[in-house]
C-alpha cells in the first residue's frame, strides 16, 4: 500500500508502532520493522547509554527503517535529541510537547520529524517549523493524552496542514485503518495492538489484562495535574481517579504515581502498577507476531477501501 507515509519512510504499510515509554524497546520496533511496518524504540525516561545499545541492538534486528520517540517531558530529551543524530536514525516522533527547538537540527541530520500533536494549533506550528508529517492523536489512545476524539482531530488536522498526517487513537483492525484513510489520513500510529504482540516484551500479566479487557475497562487517571493518563481500570487506576476529585495532594499523587509505569512493565505489578493502554483494549483477544498483525490488519483495510 503506497501513500506519502509510505515513500516518506521507505517503508511497505503506513503504519507507525506507538512510541510506548518502557515498552517500545529494541525487539518490538525490529519485529514491526521486519513486518513492513515502522517500528520505534521509547526513549521514555531512560538513560542515555541503555537507549544507545537499544538502536544498534535494533540496527542488528532489522535492515529496514526505524525511529526514536523523544518524550518531551523527560530530563533526558536534550541528550536524546543529540543521539538520534549521532547514531543517524531513520526518524523521530515526539510526544508530550512542543519539539520545535530541536526540528531545525534534525532536519539538517537528514532525521525525518513526526511530532504527535493533540491539536490543530499544534500541527499548523510543526508544519511551519518544518516537520515531514504529524500524528494527530485522539484521546482514545493509551499514555497522556489530549481532549479531542480521533474522529473530530484527524480531518480538521488534515484540513490545516500540507503535509502528511498519521491518525492514532484507536486504531487496531483494518476498519480503524480504512476508517483514518476516510478521514484524509496517508497513514496510522498504533501502540494498543502491539502490547499484544508475541515480540513485545511487557509482563504476562499486562498482556493479559489487554487481552482481557473490555470495552469499558480503561480509565484516564492524573486530569487534575494537567497530563491525563489513560490506562486499563485496575483498582490502583480507581484510586489513582480518587485524586481528581481531591482524595489527595498532587505530592501523593506523584509519589504513588511515580515510577507505575515500570512497575506495570517490568513487574507486572497488579497493586502498584499503570498499566497504559488505549480505549481499543477491548477490541484485542489475542496476542501475534507482529508479521501476522500488520498483514491481516492492512488486508482488511485493502478489501473495506475496495483496493
Ligand atoms: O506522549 C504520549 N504518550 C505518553 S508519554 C507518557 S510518559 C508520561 N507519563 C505521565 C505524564 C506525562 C507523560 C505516557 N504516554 N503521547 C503523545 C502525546 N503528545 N499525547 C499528547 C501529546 C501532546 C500534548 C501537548 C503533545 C504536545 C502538546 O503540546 C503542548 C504544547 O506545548 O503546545
Avoid at 127 to 146: K, N, Q
Avoid at 206 to 232: E, Q
Avoid at 274 to 296: L, T
Wanted: hydrophobic share 45%; charged share 20%.
Amino acid at each position: 500500500m503506497k501513500t506519502k507515509i509510505t515513500e516518506l519512510l521507505g517503508i511497505e504499510y503506513p503504519i507507525l508502532q506507538g512510541g510506548m515509554a518502557w515498552v517500545a524497546e529494541s525487539t518490538l520496533a525490529a519485529a514491526v520493522s521486519n513486518a513492513g511496518g515502522a517500528g520505534i524504540i521509547a526513549g521514555g525516561a531512560a538513560p542515555i547509554d541503555y537507549l544507545r545499545d537499544q538502536i544498534r541492538r535494533a540496527k542488528s534486528l532489522t535492515d529496514k527503517p526505524f525511529g526514536v520517540n523523544v518524550m518531551l517531558l523527560s530530563p533526558n530529551a536534550e541528550e536524546l535529541a543529540q543521539l538520534v543524530i549521532d547514531e543517524k536514525v531513520a526518524f523521530v516522533t515526539t510526544g508530550a510537547g512542543n519539539p520545535g527547538k530541536y526540528i531545525e537540527a534534525w532536519k539538517n541530520a537528514g532525521v525525518k520529524v513526526i511530532p504527535v500533536v493533540p491539536s490543530v494549533a499544534l500541527a499548523k506550528r510543526m508544519e511551519r517549523a518544518g516537520a515531514d508529517a504529524v500524528i494527530a492523536e485522539g484521546t482514545e489512545s493509551g499514555g497522556h493524552i489530549g481532549e479531542n476524539t480521533t474522529m473530530c482531530l484527524v480531518p480538521q488536522v488534515v484540513d490545516a496542514v500540507e503535509i502528511p498526517v498519521l491518525a492514532a487513537g484507536g486504531i487496531a483492525d483494518g476498519r480503524g485503518i480504512a476508517a483514518a484513510f476516510m478521514l484524509g489520513a496517508e497513514g496510522v500510529q498504533v501502540g494498543t495492538r502491539f502490547l499484544a504482540a508475541e515480540e513485545c516484551q511487557i509482563h504476562e500479566n499486562y498482556k493479559n489484562l489487554v487481552v482481557g479487557a473490555k470495552d469499558t475497562d480503561s480509565i484516564v487517571t492524573g486530569r487534575f495535574t494537567g497530563h491525563p493518563c489513560r490506562s486499563v481500570k485496575t483498582k490502583f487506576a480507581k484510586k489513582l481517579v480518587g485524586f481528581d476529585k481531591g482524595d489527595g495532594t498532587i505530592e501523593e499523587f506523584e509519589q504513588i504515581s511515580s515510577g507505575s509505569l515500570r512497575k506495570a512493565v517490568v513487574d507486572g505489578n497488579l497493586d502498584e502498577g499503570s498499566f497504559m493502554c488505549g480505549a481499543i483494549a477491548g477490541m484485542i483477544n489475542d496476542i501475534r507476531p507482529c508479521k501476522d498483525i500488520v498483514s491481516e490488519m492492512f488486508s482488511q483495510a485493502e478489501k473495506l477501501l475496495g483496493r
